[in-house]
């Protein structure tokens, strides 16, 4: 099952799953942007739009996912922001931007539901300019954590929903260009983390 065809079928329920669990943590991490009026920033995987009232003004925000029927109910959030934000379907894991073109990405809850989150983190390296920052939000295992119940829960929701077995430890060996700068512990007993990476000049 492609994550398009299961996330329009989740769409209409999405916000009721996970809105209010979310909510702190995706404030928490908006709020961490350093508002300049020219910053250019990508919300990779902005889904319904949870982020969207949470938004500083002030920067040009460009917000993707994969899904139409998660950009329609973001466009509807959009509507009601004073912030100015351009919607753009694509897929995170190629994203159609040149190299150096934001100065910040957001990555709320999406390394653990892409098919192959390497491949997303290193495009959003790729358009992400000498300096910049990524904001990650997610659920991940720790280095060498067996987690034997999110690994056998892994083999159905990965076709579904989500991954249960990414390591960002894993996902960071290979993307060099990031630096870890800040992490926290956030939901469910620090299966979720917040995160920050920043990217390397050359």
Known sequence: MSLKFSYTILAPFYDALI?????H???HSLALIDVNKHQNILINGIG???DIPYLPEGPS???TDITPAMLSRAASRRDLSSCEIHLQQADSQCLPFDDNSFDL???HLILAVVPEPELALKEASRI???????HIFDKFLKPGQLAPCRR???LFSRHIA???????ESLLAKETALTLIHQQPALAKGWFRFILLEKKHD
């Open 19 to 23: 809105r209010q669990a979310t909510a």
């Open 105 to 107: 990405v957001i990555m």
């Open 48 to 50: 319904s739009g949870l």
């Open 61 to 63: 925000y460009t917000g």
């Open 162 to 168: 989500t991954r249960t077995d990414v390591v960002l």
């Open 128 to 134: 992400l300019k000498p300096g910049g920052r990524i």
């Open 25 to 27: 943590w995706r404030q």
């Open 152 to 154: 056998f829960i892994n």
